[in-house]
């Protein structure tokens, strides 16, 4: 709870700022994921930026990299494996219209 207390404060500080300096803020764009074991029970309370309640997430692709909430690679080498998948099919099917 001191937690989501405190993220809550900053986030409201960092959310008039923006407003100071004439910024914009897209609540809608944003995420929220609290890392922990996998068999933790631990839910967090909502999270807010510029009065909107964030999504809460248990894992989100961060350039390119898939973060499980639990650290896990498990999401991340699935993501990798299935666009490998689509260019190997992709030079496949263009490897005979393709001159050597």
């Given at each position: 709870?001191?937690?989501?207390t405190t993220t809550n404060?900053?986030?409201?500080?960092?959310?008039n700022w923006f407003h100071d300096w004439g910024?914009?803020?897209?609540?809608?764009?944003?995420?929220v994921m609290c890392i922990k074991a996998l068999q933790s029970k631990v839910q967090l309370p909502p999270i807010y930026l510029a009065g909107q309640i964030l999504e809460q997430v248990s894992y989100y692709t961060h350039?390119?990299?898939?973060?499980?909430?639990?650290?896990?690679?498990?999401?991340h080498a699935e993501a990798v494996s299935n666009k490998s998948r689509k260019v190997l099919g992709l030079l496949s099917r263009l490897k005979h219209k393709l001159s050597r």
């Open positions: 709870q001191e937690v989501a404060s900053d986030l409201h500080l960092v959310s910024l914009e803020l897209h609540p809608d764009k944003c995420k350039l390119g990299v898939t973060l499980h909430y639990s650290l896990r690679w498990k999401e």
